[in-house]
């Protein structure tokens, strides 16, 4: 058995494990061909969709640019947002060391990385006060080359770099990674001679992850890309398994869809690793964008889409265990666990006399996570709550990489499994013209009146 | 117009506003006996619950141990998790620079904080690369004195300075904020001779942001807790105003406790400013632990608790709003907006000609995150979908007491609307129990043998 498998174990939705909230035998069975169709389904369309080819891309461009900015950066400076801030950050936080950017620079593998994914004037204005601009370099993703908060972003920076190193200086500082042809950013870069890198045309922001948009500041940090792209290559293989028992993608996938259909509408992603933590944020856009639709494919309104919940264990055990054992039968649970952390921190105890800390001496740290992770899957299970387990040997690129391409195909084939679009975000369009509206875009004035007289209607008697 | 009020506006759950999914003034009206009854139920019981009467409490002792420690101190840790965790950290982030602990220390008002607040062997280990034991004092918070990965760290902390400092020096480098009479960690300290603070005996874990484990370490890194807790004062006022529609605890109580009987089984807050991030991370467990419960106080079974979710503007507008806007309608949105940032952060555009652009010239990115709040904000309320804003006039200490204490209140108001006890946390028994038997504490040896048989019915055709 290869050792680097991220193993995927669904016993404990099993209604003679869970109880009636999970799952028998025979609603499985019974929906395993459209399980099979979907996999069908998704697998035929590889070549359009694109992001399912990423693992086999050629990376020397990356690495040979990111090569030069480590050679001349003390820090890379992400900014993006969503699908462009979400993958970057979760690799850095799984593969590198928890306190990265305070780490005294022998330590480091390479310059720091920030990532200030938010159109907040007082956390942008702030980097300014901890970079050092003439050593920095700006990564600016944006697949559209119009994102609002990217290009907001990316203007209040070059303003402030080209104070410092002037005009002629800025192309040594900026890395645009954008859409091949099309798009202001686009013509910004050539306009300017900046450097670039290419996000192919068909793969959208949320599975952009293994394009140029997660791999370059991975690169640049000192992480091995190639290994990234060589698990997902693996999960490639892994899940274009025809028999969907065989598939972990879609067996996942269908599981959630149907206890979905039983009422459960929330799908928690609980990682018992710091580590995984920002795993499970990018998994939130992923799932939650891709299945979240007013309108399926055969034009029906359905309002469809479980919502995907971020929980970190043991953290949250102290915050959503209490909810999660007692509440309402309306969640399913997804752990993380990892069988072999780098280090065990093992602790010694001087008062093993007192006998409440007895226990402690002895173990470690090691031993107290996953004991507390198969504690809380024990105690969720017993009380009713079906749950899947997501088991990493370790964590490293290789294993991330799997995950990453894994949850990206179950995403894909729970698409066809609610019969929905699953590469589209047509809800957050009028948001859009909204913002454009309120802020003065030419051509949306009729837009903004009516967001004018609908603020006149607002009744202070429900203010307090 | 005191212009430091947190105003609270429910506009948006009216259905004349937002349709089917709001609330008609006839179900509210319906409902205000029963949140009348709640508050007074509440405020009836201030001194035994102990937390309404924080905001009167004497800071002094907490304020000259901080200036103590501001003065001999580089770091300062927390070693807690849960309550002991969520308050210190949601406090620093809103009132601290957002890269405090990168700033060059003439830049800093304070020590550095950290607080690893899990269980995991690399974070912990992690943290001695970047801190200098010799300059740092680590605050130990536990309630109960026994919390098994707080105890876990302190043990595996101590050990590391007792090899820096020697035993003697140790108590230089300890702050024990615990039970003032119970509890392991209070033998511990009597007998190391370690400096201490009291928690209030009948102040629960989630309550106790305003007392010294909240307090102490915004002490020490600067932020004024006597504003912090005038700010509580006053929300304590608005707060017992007995008639609901000018309580703002209480009218959003009752509007989040209507809208779960109607279905919307999530709410979500969503502040649209950095620095309120992990105030809604500090809400979640306050929300999900207070009401999330099997049984009422009539001993019926009856699984509620509605689940409170972090979303983040405008960043999650890039990854959850799609769902937001078009899934099921099975939430309710509490938008946290800022009327007045520190400063704007303004935009000047070179690329002005090139269209997609041309709008964000002379704007700022305080103009833009306001435009996307209140654009988010009218596309959910157009998509039908009801939402409720908390309006701060500006992010600072009076303003977060503020609003610490209407959410305490809102909480313990919507237990009574629940007719559950909104203090107790029985569901997270099992899993300690569990975690104790896999650690092999003495007495959990039965229960370690049913783990292992359970584990032993395990079904491998159900991983793949």
Same mark, same amino acid.
């Given at each position: ?139 600016? #993703? ?166 995907? #919940? ?44 007192i006998n409440e800390t007895t226990y402690l001496d002895g173990k470690s740290f090691e031993q107290l996570i996953k004991a507390e992770g198969a504690a809380t899957q024990l105690a969720l299970t017993e009380a009713g709550r079906p749950n899947v387990a997501h088991h990493f040997p370790a964590v490293n690129a290789y294993t991330l990489g799997q995950y990453y391409y894994m949850l ?57």
């Amino acid at each position: 058995m290869n050792p680097q498998i991220v193993r995927f174990d669904y016993n404990n939705v099993m209604a003679d494990v869970v109880g009636q909230h999970g799952l028998t035998e025979a609603e499985i069975e019974a929906a395993l061909p459209h399980a099979a169709a979907a996999i069908e389904a998704v697998q035929g369309h590889r070549a359009d969709l694109g992001w399912p080819e990423l693992p086999y891309q050629n990376t020397s461009e990356i690495i040979e640019l990111a090569q030069e900015v480590r050679a001349r950066a003390d820090t890379l400076v992400v900014l993006g947002i969503g699908g462009s801030a979400l993958g970057p950050i979760a690799t850095q936080t799984a593969l590198q060391h928890p306190f990265y950017n305070q780490l005294p620079s022998e330590l480091r593998r390479g310059p720091c990385l920030y990532v200030p994914d938010n159109a907040d004037p007082e956390l942008n204005a702030a980097l300014l006060d901890v970079i050092d601009l003439e050593r920095t370099v700006f990564n600016v #993703i944006t697949k559209s080359g119009t994102t609002a908060e990217t290009m907001a972003a990316f203007l209040y920076f070059r303003e402030a770099l080209a104070k410092r190193v002037g005009e002629k200086g800025l192309a040594e500082h900026l890395v645009l990674t954008t859409d091949p042809r099309k798009g202001a950013l686009r013509q910004i870069a050539e306009r300017g001679g900046f450097k670039t890198l290419p996000i192919p045309a068909n793969v959208g922001g949320r599975f952009s992850e293994l394009t140029a948009v997660g791999l370059f500041p991975a690169a640049v940090t000192g992480i091995d890309i190639n290994e990234l792209l060589a698990g997902a290559a693996y999960a490639d293989k892994r899940t274009q398994e025809r028999d969907p028992r065989k598939n972990p993608a879609a067996m996942n996938a269908l599981i959630q869809f149907l206890l979905d259909q039983k009422g459960k509408n929330m799908v928690v992603m609980m990682p018992y690793a710091s580590r995984l933590r920002d795993v499970a944020d990018w998994f939130r856009q992923l799932w939650a964008e891709s299945l979240g639709k007013r309108i399926n494919r055969a034009g029906d309104v359905v309002n469809v889409g479980p919502t995907p #919940i971020k929980a970190l264990g043991v953290t949250d055990q102290h915050s959503q265990v209490q909810l999660y054992a007692e509440g309402p039968f309306d969640k399913v649970f997804n752990f993380l666990f990892v069988d072999q952390f780098m280090l065990e921190a093992p602790l010694t105890n001087p008062y093993s006399d007192i006998n409440e800390t007895t226990y402690l001496d002895g173990k470690s740290f090691e031993q107290l996570i996953k004991a507390e992770g198969a504690a809380t899957q024990l105690a969720l299970t017993e009380a009713g709550r079906p749950n899947v387990a997501h088991h990493f040997p370790a964590v490293n690129a290789y294993t991330l990489g799997q995950y990453y391409y894994m949850l990206e195909m179950q995403t894909a084939i729970a698409g066809e499994l609610y019969n929905i679009n699953a590469f589209d975000q047509p809800g957050v369009e009028a948001g859009k013209v909204a913002t454009y509206a309120l802020m003065g875009r030419e051509g949306y004035d009729e837009r903004r009146q009516e967001i004018e007289a609908a603020r006149g209607r607002h009744n202070d008697d429900y203010v307090i």
